[in-house]
């Protein structure tokens, strides 16, 4: 516990998830707002492409992807070079406010570049958004409870993706595609905007009361650190990267996947639901078991799970099978998700860790856009089934890195 002088009064720190339940709860409950808007479009946008703008090529399609995973990853690295300066919680303010036009936007296309646009500022939104709040969670639970302190984060963050993407797969089968699943978007901004703007409180405080009794020293250059130099963080960073590569080729093939096996919208959404409602809610297990066993063993079977998941999606026609592997994909994906974001934070000085983990982010996030070029120019020449059976190759082959390079220790 320290005691800081703020504004000539005096305020009284301790970190750790029970003492801060109520800030820690707060932003839960925003994070799943965020998580929200990506559900807005995970089932659906796909197939706006083909209904509703005549694209055919799956390239053009996913190009929407590239356009989000690109500005996401950019405004996750600021982020992480901004939060000291300018303060977490304004960065998410100004999250939701670029958030609040994105519903509008898609309601309204008349081209597919509008559609691009709409997914550049999902982009940023969400680079700001989500990254601010993993860091303020970070900062007020301390060293012990971080993995389940990530683990409740993501929980609520892909919870609220498989939620959403089920209603707005409902909601289109119902009511069409455009404009009545895009008003839970409009709700979901402005409710997020209000929270983080009357009740979010910076944790900035909290901070520098962990700075002074870390023995972890500062890095020169932490983007060269996280990203190559240290075993850990580069083992870390290029999972993340490949986790999110599969998961834009799965964002944006297995709806056109499913659609060639003439499933209707309604199914659509159920099984793209299950992926991330087992990935979120998985990750309240795992969050905690981060805390406890080891980090390079979880990271390395829920890559390999992920990669043979990936794989055995091409040769599944039934939709049981099918939301049986979307569960198995989603276990995977819990195993690593709040692992990643745990490793970093043990290995970095408190004083440098928005920046670390804003570097991973930055490659994490990048393989959206990766993940969506490859299986996109593969899905146009060799077909979708060889661009899946590649991404869930390159899966495997990121569980191998890091069996070899992540030191035993962890």
């Known amino acids: 516990m320290v005691v800081s002088k703020t504004n000539n009064q005096n305020i009284t720190v301790s970190l750790g998830l029970k003492e801060n339940w109520q800030q820690f709860g707060l932003l839960v409950i925003v994070n799943a707002f965020v998580g929200g808007m990506v559900g807005l479009e995970r089932s659906i946008i796909p197939q706006l492409a083909e209904t509703e ?3 055919s090529s799956k390239s053009a399609i996913l190009s929407f992807i590239v356009a989000f995973g690109v500005t996401k990853a950019i405004a996750n ?6 939060a000291n300066k300018i303060g977490r919680r304004n960065l998410l303010i100004i999250g939701w406010l670029l958030a609040l036009p994105i519903p509008i936007i898609i309601i309204y296309a008349n081209a597919w570049s509008w559609i691009i646009v709409a997914n550049m500022l999902l982009g940023v939104s969400l680079g700001l958004t989500w990254s601010s709040t993993v860091v303020m969670k970070m900062d007020l639970v301390g060293e012990k409870q971080r993995g389940l302190a990530m683990g409740i984060n993501e929980f609520a963050g892909y919870l609220a993706v498989g939620i959403v993407a089920f209603l707005t797969g409902f909601i289109a089968e119902k009511y069409g595609v455009r404009p009545y699943p895009f008003y839970i978007g409009i709700l979901i901004s402005i409710l997020g905007l209000l929270l983080s703007v ?3 409180k910076d944790t900035k405080i909290f901070v520098l009361q962990e700075t002074k009794n870390s023995t972890i020293i500062n890095t020169e250059n932490v983007f060269w650190t996280t990203t190559f130099k240290d075993k850990t963080l580069s083992s870390v960073t290029q999972a993340g990267l490949v986790n999110n590569l599969n998961d834009g080729m799965i964002w944006g093939l297995l709806p056109i996947l499913l659609l060639q096996l003439n499933l209707n919208n309604q199914n659509i959404g159920i099984i793209t639901a299950i992926y991330p409602t087992f990935w979120g809610i998985g990750q309240l297990f795992t969050g905690k078991m981060s805390d406890i066993y080891s ?3 979880m990271l390395f079977w829920g890559m390999f799970v ?5 794989v055995l999606l091409v040769f599944a026609k039934d939709f049981y099978i099918l939301a049986i592997l ?5 276990i995977g994906t819990a195993l ?3 692992t990643f974001l745990s490793t970093i934070a043990q290995v970095t000085n408190p004083n440098q860790r928005a920046e670390s983990i804003g570097t991973f982010r930055l490659w994490r996030d ?3 856009a990766f993940g969506a070029i490859i299986s996109g120019i593969t899905a146009d020449i060799f077909g979708i089934q060889y661009a899946i059976i590649l991404i869930g190759i390159i899966t495997i082959i990121s569980a191998i890195i890091i069996q070899t390079r992540m030191p035993k220790k962890l």
């Open 366 to 368: 990048l393989g959206y």
């Open 326 to 330: 979307s569960a198995f994909l989603g």
């Open 77 to 82: 690295y600021f982020t992480g070079r901004l």
């Open 295 to 297: 980090k390079k063993k």
């Open 198 to 200: 009357i009740w979010v």
């Open 336 to 338: 690593v998700y709040p």
């Open 306 to 310: 992920q990669g043979i998941t990936i």
């Open 53 to 55: 703008f005549g694209l």
